[in-house]
């Protein structure tokens, strides 16, 4: 009785090992490959599981901050609009520079923004002043001071030219100097600056007659005023064209 009583409490382990002791050799090495692709399976499911849960949180995490940025980009735009409403020089600028509407249509008129003038028949002008102009095409010319208004910030493109001759009193002249600036003036700075300057003259004993041409691209600030001032040769003008685009 008490060999049969300890025989039937042996561990589970100790009668496993004692039937693998019993296999012949191509058995345990088919029984050990088998446990092999066995921990192989099981390692295979743990990684599996391991990179779902990886990706669960990667997903979560970019979720989760794409909602704080769209919640941010709505209250940034909501809070720039009513920063536009409650600025009063800004609309009447825009009211002025461009009539109100909608606001895609006045987004494109200041994409497309131009502005040409021509000189008026002001040639018996001492020299040191403005330059009197017509417009041609644009609505941002300020007769009062002579000037284009600048309607937002950005880079535009300022050029002027000039068409001079002598007239019969500045034959005998050997050279008649012409001094030229183009200034810009802004109401809320209460300043002028000199943004480009050009110096000529022309021999009119000889030639009698020169053009002059300037361009360059400025960074100008909104409420701007671009103006020419005449230095020297007021009277060579014959005629003149100024003129301004955003790029």
Known sequence: MGQKLIGHTLPAEAAHVDAMM?????????????????????????????LLLLLSCVALFIFSFGADL?????????????????????SQLQ?????????????????????????????????????KWDKVFGETYN????????????????????????????KAANFTRFYVELRNSNEGYNTTIRLLEASDG?????????SVFLGQLFDLSKGDNVSVWIGKGYKLINKASFGAFLV
């Open 22 to 50: 019993d296999l012949g050799p191509d058995e345990f090495v088919l029984v050990l490959i088998k446990h092999c692709r066995d921990m192989k399976q099981q390692e295979t499911c743990l990684r599996l599981i391991s």
């Open 202 to 210: 022309i021999a009119c004993t000889s030639i009698g007659f020169r």
């Open 143 to 170: 007769e009062e001071k002579r000037a284009i208004m600048i309607p937002e910030n950005g880079f535009y493109f300022i050029y002027l030219r000039f068409a001079l001759g002598c007239h019969d009193e500045d």
């Open 95 to 131: 009211e002025r520079v461009f009539p109100a509407d909608d606001p895609q249509t006045n987004f494109q008129r200041l994409q497309d923004f131009k502005i040409h003038l021509r000189s008026q028949s002001e040639y018996n002008k001492p020299d040191g002043h403005y330059i």
């Open 70 to 90: 769209w919640k941010s980009e709505n209250s940034g735009s909501r809070g720039q609009g009513s920063a536009v409403e409650q600025s009063p020089a800004s």
